[in-house]
């Protein structure tokens, strides 16, 4: 068991992984031994420390810290009380120390989104029933303390809608494509090149590693489940340099966002791209910068930005964990008895929004008319167009902003104009978030 | 004593002060009392309230609740755990029940700035002797978490500066001058008739409210006594439609800004109108929202903004520290024990920056020359100067942006300006914050 505040021994802490945010936790905690000792009102010591090499410089002494070359041997320490886990990957060795720890009835420590969006609800409800606590604000959002304005902050409101741009490398491609003028491929590689990109890019572009974080914010807001499996998703590929420009020209940026959102039709997690107006706080956001925006009935809206990854900001994170338990604070893992977590029941559509709708028409006398024409039978009205003129003169792009329409309604619109034979190539379809 | 979590018996609430905030608290805890019940793992009820009129309708039930004429009754009450203070004022009645209720060993939550800023040490050391706790995070920043954000999510950092716009009706102003392009007496003049206003506006317009929560932000920051006697402050009441205008001009907005930070010259607070880039976060805030930003060593910049005042907002913050109480969280006042906050000195004067300068010169021969020997005396360099053509050709308004400057060379400047002869009226100056 970790021992109360009142007992005034130190927090022993096993830190297995010692990459970049492990070494950033060694750091802050050799640096403020003493502000950090005086706020928790405790001493926070490492005691062990587990990793794949124990010979590689880190750049951080290592010699005081018990060395284990396994990893689930911190958990069966005696000199250890909290467990942190910053080995990530949803299975494996992960999976395994966060087993042993809570079998231990140890506190765990983490920041793996992955591993919490696949077993976050039998982990939440095995520390339950050992009275060990999982805390993991270091997995959404690196720095910024949002799993706790949410759990804690906000705890006073039924939460509405959760939003939020969560991942750094897709914003930076995304602002960079449009800064620079350069295609997704070109910056992409470019992103590779600078490291920027997790070894499988997929979890970056493709929208899981952000989905992941969406589906542990959902779970809190809502008193749900985490459902991963049920998250809507798309990534960035497919956008273009013309979506970008297209869409700025209409004052519209495209991020990568998150939503969630409860309604009567069930819980709605979406993690795709979207147009916001370029002037809201979310459409101001640049680089790889995070921002996440949550809605109550009573708060309205809050929004909290910062850095989402990286050294400092991530291992800020962890230590804001480690702090809250050295002061005794114990949350359930979602902000409720994991035990009496509903499983919710998924949306099967989006709510309905304005969509951003970009098609390349042939010249043909009454393209456009055919397209409007489908777009009416569909039940779909336009709220704005503009053609452009094309140096290729046998096409033109055009842009369609619709009114609020349902995403099955849109998606039959765009199957019936591939019959009007005016179209050249397929239509491109892009959600309105109303930020 | 407050019942630990371990009891599981309901956590029962006085609440004294039924304006606005108290019947949002009220509402909040009516309306969602499962789910408060399921985050909190027990029940949150109010036994007993206290205002000054008891017929009075506010539109919510009162029915349930014991009554109290005097507020101080409630601490008295066997059957209050926490007491809500929610009158307001930093003496008096409000002053009076918060020390009855740490004198009866009872958890405080407040919305109160003024009380803490001015009497928060003593309290925080009493309310230490005592075993209870002090909450206040309706006190900065309304619904924002800021004091949770700085004193729990940043805990493993050490804090460089905290900055915010924390006074919506002084934002509303200066964002409403510029965009409708009325004066300084106008706009308040609206914000008067619109109830915008405290009773005393000077609470406002004087940053004097503003500086109240600068001053217990910076006490969380960094570990020292609330001083809010220390603290440079500065109103908006002379900030006129041309310094707005010209500002602009030059990509700059005016806001009410404070500042906090620790260097080897002391503790800085500032609360004063400074330039900061229109396109930055704080430069985009409009309107009565408030933004904070607390920058720290190991995460960067995190910025949190949302409505800093009204019923919703402000009830949200202080359902915040009940829950926390509900849960069992207990902290420190300020984040440390209130034994050990040192006093801060205080920094003479404040860290050098760029200013803004505008002053109105006579056409004169040589005039502009005499200014820029005057500056370059005091070692003051100039980064960008605009002359402005003026209807009234006997004078020319001159707007200037120094390279960064101290506070004391800009004044010894300004003052030696005056003999220069060249000048019509006072120069104005402004700091330009690096946000």
Redesign the interface.
């Known amino acids: 068991m970790t021992p109360s505040?009142d007992t005034q021994g130190p927090l022993r802490l096993g830190i297995a992984g010692l990459g970049t945010v492990g070494v950033?936790v060694l750091r802050?905690i050799q640096?403020?031994g003493a502000?950090?000792g005086?706020?928790?009102?405790r001493d926070v010591v490492v005691t062990a420390v587990s990793a794949r090499d124990r010979s590689r410089d880190r750049g951080v002494r290592l010699g005081d810290y018990g060395w284990e070359d396994d990893a689930t041997a911190l958990a069966a320490r005696d000199d250890v009380d909290v467990v942190v886990e910053l080995i990530g990957g949803h299975d494996g060795p992960a999976l395994a120390l966060v087993e042993a720890a809570i079998a231990a009835g140890k506190d765990v420590v983490t920041a793996n989104k992955a591993l919490l969006a696949h077993h976050g609800q039998r982990l939440a409800e095995a520390a339950e029933a050992a009275g060990a606590a999982i805390r993991f604000?270091a997995a959404v959002a690196g720095?910024?303390?949002v799993v706790?304005?949410l759990t804690?902050?906000?705890?006073?409101?039924?939460i509405t809608r959760v939003m939020g741009v969560m991942n750094g490398t897709c914003n930076y491609i995304l602002t960079r494509m449009e800064r620079a003028g350069l295609t997704y491929d070109e910056v992409f590689a470019e992103a590779q090149a600078l490291g920027y990109l997790e070894a499988d890019p997929t979890l970056d572009v493709g929208g899981i590693d952000a989905g992941h974080k969406l589906a542990l914010l959902a779970a809190i807001a809502f008193?749900t489940r985490v459902d991963f499996d049920a998250m809507m998703m798309e990534g960035i590929e497919r956008i273009t340099i013309d979506d970008i420009e297209q869409a700025a020209d209409m004052g519209f940026r495209i991020k990568l966002l998150g939503v969630a959102r409860m309604s009567g039709r069930g819980l709605e997690q979406r993690m795709s791209p979207c147009l916001v107006p370029a002037?809201s706080?979310l459409g101001?956001l640049e680089n790889a910068m995070n921002m996440v925006v949550l809605e109550?009935?009573?708060?309205?809206?809050?929004?909290?930005?910062?850095?989402g990854a990286?050294e400092?900001?991530t291992?800020?994170?962890?230590?804001?964990d480690?702090?809250?338990l050295a002061?005794?604070?114990?949350?359930?893992t979602f902000?409720?008895?994991a035990s009496?977590l509903a499983p919710a029941p998924a949306a099967s559509q989006p709510t309905p929004a304005p969509y951003y709708l970009r098609l390349t028409l042939q010249d043909k006398p009454g393209a456009l008319a055919k397209i409007a024409t489908v777009l009416g039978d569909a039940g779909i009205s336009i709220d704005r167009m503009r053609q452009y003129g094309h140096a290729d003169t046998s096409t033109a792009p055009v842009l369609i902003v619709t009114h609020k329409t349902g995403r099955g309604a849109l998606d039959h619109a765009i199957s019936q104009m591939a019959g009007t034979g005016v179209l050249s190539g397929t239509p491109v379809a892009i959600r309105i978030e109303d930020v």
Not at 315 to 320: F, P, Y
Not at 327 to 332: C, I, M, V
Request: charged share 20%.
């Open positions: 505040p950033g802050a640096r403020h502000l950090l005086r706020r928790a009102g604000e720095g910024i303390p706790k304005a804690e902050g906000l705890a006073g409101n039924e008193g002037a706080p101001q109550g009935d009573a708060v309205g809206r809050v929004t909290l930005g910062g850095a990286g400092g900001p291992a800020s994170a962890v230590m804001s480690i702090l809250d002061r005794g604070t114990r949350l359930s902000g409720q008895p009496g």
